[in-house]
């Protein structure tokens, strides 16, 4: 950083969060170097936490609190938000839920920054994000506080698609990657991985998980997805997969014990309040 060369600094202030995204290093030797690590994750230990949110309702706070941040990260009394929207059943109101969704994943190739890439893709999915993205703006939920993110640029892709023939121009649809330092009332986070249940191995090892989970074996990267909700987070995607993961069984875990678990097909969105 150039400000260090300026020697008459007599401290500098690094601002940060170490358990949201690392660098993106693809050389092996630079990863077996550690470069992935940031200088700030370097030094965490002489960190000072900011142990209070204002952005996300206490429930959707929960589990990244307990997971990433050892039960530290507190939401402010001061925070006044709306009541949620997503409802299944007899359920109403709920900030947080897993919608289960038995997709099919497909590979396939898209253009990037980097060029053409392999990437994944889950058509199910898409479409039950797309048809949520639809009922929280026909329940006066503005297109533009609303977001459907994942961590590929397939089903970016795929998802763009359904949202602009329905006429949703305005709700985002992004990677996790470049969804960081934003915020949404509303997010969707298509988890997009499945295997059927003939593939699930029920002691799986580290590359198996990496084969089949991808980014979503990237706690850093769950850390991100799961806190840009304000008001209501619906996880979309296969637990039968998604539980082989360690921090993936833990989350689904929470997400029952709150109540929190539904056939995606079964969750709907409620009609706002009267003022």
């Known amino acids: 950083m150039a400000i260090t060369h300026r020697l008459s600094l007599s401290q500098i202030v690094l601002i940060g969060d170490h358990r949201q995204l690392r660098p993106v290093v693809k050389n092996d030797l630079c990863r077996a170097l550690k470069v992935d690590h940031s200088l700030f994750e370097r030094y965490q230990e002489r960190a000072l936490l900011l142990d209070t949110q204002y952005r996300m309702h206490s429930d959707i706070c929960k589990f990244p609190s307990n997971e ?19 409802s299944y059943k007899h359920h109403r109101c709920c900030p947080l839920l897993f919608g289960k969704v038995d997709g099919q994943e497909q590979s396939l190739i898209v253009t990037s920054e980097e060029g053409n890439i392999n990437s994944k893709a889950n058509i199910k999915e898409a479409v039950q994000a797309v048809r949520l993205a639809k009922l929280l703006v026909s329940r006066s939920i503005k297109a533009k506080d609303i ?18 023939d329905q006429g949703l121009n305005e709700v985002t649809a992004c990677t996790i990657m470049k969804s960081q330092g934003s915020e949404w009332r509303y997010v969707i986070f298509s988890t997009v991985r499945s295997v059927s249940a003939e593939e699930i191995d029920s002691r799986p090892t580290y590359s198996w998980l990496r084969r089949n ?24 995607g296969n637990p039968a997969l998604l539980k082989c993961s360690p921090l993936w069984d833990r989350l689904l875990q929470h997400y029952r014990q709150k109540g929190a678990f539904a056939d995606c097909t079964e969750i709907s969105v409620l009609a706002p309040p009267r003022r």
């Open 68 to 86: 990433f941040y050892d039960g530290r990260l507190l939401t402010s009394a001061s925070l006044r938000l709306q009541p949620s929207l997503f």
């Open 147 to 164: 977001a459907i993110l994942t961590a590929y640029n397939a089903q970016v892709v795929e998802v763009t698609k359904r949202l602009r």
């Open 213 to 236: 989970l991808g980014f979503l074996s990237d706690p850093n990267q769950i850390n991100v997805a799961l806190t840009r909700a304000k008001e209501g987070l619906c996880v979309l």
